[in-house]
């Protein structure tokens, strides 16, 4: 009996495009002047630390900035770089020059799902900071208190089944009581293995449907009957 939903962000509650086409670039437009401007401020001096241990070597802020760049535009999913978007993105919500996408049929269901009983939670690659920051700016206002919790890299790899079962200890459920959604393949299979039950996201605009994969596949939340 499924207890709770994890959810996913990009392709699944939200177009990809917005985080490839609108939050990459606009990180990646004030990375410079925000570190430089905040490189004293302890949490963005601690950022700075652990780009350093990824590289192995000590680095100047320039080559710093450099090496997040390039990050950015290979789309790595490091929690350094993770946490240095979500203070710029927070810039971007709390000044209204960003505002985040939700996909109707999620925003319908997952507000049915909440007034039914059922206990929501966000894992996505993007840190817990940029996910409360998205979900309390976006085109339907804040709805934030949606959601019982938020999970990010820092828990493990969207990819390794233990990330799954580790989540799983923490909201206190066994891993078949929780349904997993993600566009993700590799995640869905990570999730499976881990004992959860899951649904691949397959939106004309973000995926594609892949013949003989083990798990299914639906184009909308509509289709979703907990």
């Known amino acids: 009996m499924i207890k709770a939903v994890l959810i996913d962000i990009e392709g699944t509650t939200s177009p990809i495009s917005f985080v490839k086409e609108i939050l990459f ?5 004030k990375l410079e002047n925000f570190i430089k ?14 780009i350093k241990k990824e590289a192995g070597k ?4 320039d080559e710093i ?6 990050w950015i535009d290979e789309d790595k999913k490091i929690t350094p770089l993770k946490e240095i978007q979500g203070l710029i993105w927070k810039e971007g919500f709390e000044t209204g020059k960003l505002k985040a996408p939700v996909y109707k049929d999620a925003y319908d269901k997952m507000i049915e799902w909440k007034n039914k009983g059922y206990k929501l939670y966000i894992y996505s690659s993007g840190s817990t900071t940029a996910q409360k920051l998205f979900f309390s700016h976006t085109e339907f206002g804040n709805i934030l208190d949606l959601f019982s919790g938020h999970f990010d890299t820092k828990i493990g790899s969207k990819k390794d089944p233990t990330s799954y ?14 349904l997993f959604l993600s566009d993700n393949p590799e995640e ?7 004992g959860m039950k899951v649904k691949r996201l397959v939106r004309e605009q973000d995926a594609e449907y892949m013949e003989n994969f083990p ?8 289709e979703i009957d907990l």
């Open 25 to 29: 670039p606009y990180s990646k437009e």
């Open 37 to 50: 401007e905040n490189k004293d401020k302890p949490e963005v001096q601690k950022i700075l630390n652990d």
């Open 58 to 61: 000590d680095l100047t802020i």
């Open 65 to 70: 900035i450099q090496i997040l760049k390039n």
């Open 165 to 178: 079962q580790k989540i799983a200890q923490t909201i206190g459920l066994k891993p078949d009581e929780i």
């Open 188 to 194: 869905i299979k990570a999730a499976a293995k881990a």
């Open 215 to 222: 798990y299914e596949q639906i184009k909308s939340f509509e």
